[in-house]
């Protein structure tokens, strides 16, 4: 499955944009395999701004929040004109566009980014994301999977893993980490019910390990156990589980997995 969808030109003929930003990983900007991403801190700051919202205006207000928080300098305004001018200027220098303010435009209240959503790899992968939650809902298990796990590939590390962000991209960070999250325990949750249960343990067991508070990974982990033939073992993560959110948090586990642990009792019960 293509991470990107093709754009078309007006004749309809399709075609893939020349210039691609990466967000789920390493802020770059990638032009026939080589990245064109500026070097200068807050410059990469600006360009991840606009790259997160592709063809909107982004307010200088917003700008201004993220670059310098709550201690912007006196020449706030100026200083930002700057970093739009070498943004500019890294645009054209490295041929990404030919007159870079139809590029980057200047839109009051503030700028925009003049670039189509796919050109941008979250949006792929929220597109594919969609496509795997309808496909799971449609029961189409395989396939869904197959969505998820292309939306998952996009991802090569933390996003924006090489700016400095300040609160708003920080805020963006979380949302997208948190967005990471569903399509792992959804391809998952797809594949379980593909009956993938032998292949999924060695997985699960490692997520488990480092997140030993999830109890949804922990129910994930006690089926699998349990389509495959261990129900001790699913039985023993329980039990470390209700421990630890005992000692550590002082409740009990969600009622799904109070209900898992006691169908997985009573399968215990049939087979004696």
């Not at 307010?59 to 201690?71: G, K, R, Y």
């Not at 980490?177 to 067991?205: F, K, T, V």
């Amino acid at each position: 499955m293509d991470a990107y969808a093709p754009l078309l030109t007006e004749r309809g003929e399709s075609t893939q944009p020349t210039v691609q930003f990466k967000v789920l990983g390493p802020l770059e900007v990638l032009k026939d395999g080589v990245d064109y991403a500026p070097t200068t801190p807050k410059v990469l700051r600006l360009l991840a701004m606009l790259v997160t919202r592709p063809g909107k205006i982004v307010h200088v207000d917003s700008i201004m929040h993220e670059l310098w928080a709550n201690d912007p300098p006196r020449t706030v305004r100026t200083t930002m004109h700057t970093y739009v001018h070498h943004l500019r200027r890294c645009i054209e220098q490295n041929g990404l566009e030919a007159d870079a303010e139809s590029l980057l435009v200047t839109k009051p209240p503030g700028y925009l980014m003049r670039i189509d959503p796919e050109q941008v790899d979250v949006f792929g992968f929220q597109r594919l994301h969609r496509q795997g939650r309808e496909l799971l809902r449609r029961r189409e298990y395989v396939e869904a999977a197959a969505a998820f796990r292309s939306a998952l590939d996009l991802w090569s590390g933390p996003p924006l893993s090489n700016v400095h962000c300040g609160p708003v991209l920080s805020g963006y960070v979380v949302e997208l980490l948190e967005q990471r999250r569903s399509a792992l325990s959804l391809r998952i949750e797809a594949e379980i019910c593909g009956g993938m249960h032998l292949e999924l343990i060695g997985e699960l067991r490692t997520l488990v390990a480092g997140n030993p508070l999830d109890e949804s990974l922990h129910g994930q982990l006690m089926r699998v156990l349990g389509r495959s033939g261990r129900r001790s073992d699913a039985m023993a993560f329980y039990r470390q589980l209700r421990a630890r959110l005992n000692d550590e948090l002082g409740v009990e586990p969600c009622d799904e997995l109070q209900l898992l642990h006691h169908e997985l009792l009573a399968e215990g019960e049939h087979g004696r």
